[in-house]
């Protein structure tokens, strides 16, 4: 989003005063647009990313507060600057609360304008390279940690074929032991390098023109051999004429993958698990107009998700927190990687359950 221009959408419905700011931004070389009110701007949103966004909090069609959540929900790099008169500063406050990084009082001092947003913009930078710098540093540490349990796992499986003389049962079975944790540990290790990279943004999306509902059909048919030896039976339905989206579909399918694979886990011998495509018009915001997105629901009839448990389901540190022992409830970081990748599509993953009940995990793709 940095370029040799910091790009800046200003949105207030005072023509005049949104004219001035984006003139005299203009001559600082800021690349500038304006939006007259809140739904102009949530739609410049939408069709580009900004560095910096001014945004007057009293607009027609949607305030500035509504506007400062969709930017910090689908343009995070995008810092937010409020405008605000005098009797509006309580609501100021609250948007420094919701991620806006500054107030300003209008009448706006243009003097200081400039070099405001030049400091945000510095420390943004800044805070950005800290990031990228820390996730390079857990990358590497993962790597030097993933080769010498791979050679170790390697080495087992010489021993385990004999290559270092003839082994009795106790020892191979020993071996198989120690065979199975350390595939564990190499599977942990692989998700965490997974979810580095998608944090630290360094993931590039080969995204191509595809149907959702062909993805989920060639990943539910890898997963008919193992749903068949659990004796659990699988539905899947999908619409008819449902439209093409632009995604990855290596990692939408991950993303299925994962969320049939808990699936089967909790589900027990004669449950079912059904999975349906269908197209749906979600309300990202509140006070927002529905946007069509193609939407994959995966039901397990499985024991269900307590009430309680239901926010820490794409926590990586759940586990921890609920001190669940049950090897069954543990998915390790899948479900986590298969949020940001949702995420990174500029979609919405969540899930629905009540205990007993089982659950029903949705992902959501918005129509171009």
Same mark, same amino acid.
Do not use: C
């Given at each position: ?20 700011? #984006? ?89 200081h304008l400039v070099p ?24 590497r540490l993962l790597y ?22 003839? &082994? ?40 191509? %023109?595809?149907?959702? #509902? ?12 193992? %749903?068949?030896?659990?004796? &659990? ?48 018009? %979600? ?52 479900? %986590? ?32």
């Amino acid at each position: 989003m940095s370029q040799d221009k910091a790009s800046v959408l200003i949105a207030d419905d005072e023509d005049s005063l949104r004219a001035s700011i #984006a003139a005299w931004l203009a001559e600082e070389s800021f690349d500038v647009d304006q939006a007259a009110d809140g739904l102009e701007a949530i739609k410049k949103v939408q069709s580009r990313d900004y560095d910096l966004a001014l945004l007057d909090i009293k607009m027609p069609g949607a305030n500035g507060l509504e506007v400062l959540r969709f930017v910090k929900k689908n343009s995070t790099g995008t810092e937010v600057v409020m405008m605000t008169g005098m009797s509006d500063v309580s609501m100021a406050v609250e948007a420094m609360k919701l991620g806006a990084k500054e107030y300003l009082t209008k009448p706006v001092d243009m003097d200081h304008l400039v070099p405001q947003l030049r400091t945000i913009l510095k420390t943004r930078d800044a805070e950005d390279h800290i990031r990228r710098l820390q996730s390079e540093h857990t990358s590497r540490l993962l790597y030097d940690l993933h080769n010498p349990i791979a050679g170790l796992r390697q080495s087992i499986g010489y021993l385990m074929k004999g290559m270092a003389g003839p &082994i009795g049962d106790h020892q191979r079975e020993l071996l198989g032991y120690m065979t199975a944790s350390i595939d564990k540990v190499i599977g942990l290790l692989n998700d965490m390098m997974d979810l580095t990279k998608l944090e630290g943004g360094r993931v590039r999306l080969n995204k191509g %023109i595809s149907s959702l #509902a062909t993805s989920v059909q060639n990943v539910t048919q890898e997963f008919r051999v193992p %749903i068949q030896a659990a004796k &659990i039976t699988l539905d899947v339905y999908a619409e008819e004429d449902l439209p093409t989206l632009e995604y990855d579909s290596e990692k939408i399918g991950q993303v299925v993958k994962t969320i049939l694979d808990n699936a089967i886990k909790h589900t027990p011998e004669q449950g079912a698990i059904v999975v349906q495509v269908r197209k749906v018009a %979600i309300v990202l915001e509140e006070g927002q107009r529905p946007t069509d997105h193609v939407m994959v629901s995966i039901f397990n009839s499985g024991s269900g998700i307590p009430k309680e448990e239901l926010p820490l389901v794409f926590d990586r540190y759940r586990d921890l927190v609920s001190g669940s022992k049950d090897e069954k409830k543990s998915t390790g970081l899948g479900l %986590i990687i298969a949020q940001r990748i949702v995420e990174a599509h500029n979609g919405r993953i969540w899930v629905e359950s009540e205990s007993g009940k089982g659950a029903t995990f949705y992902f959501a793709l918005p129509v171009r």
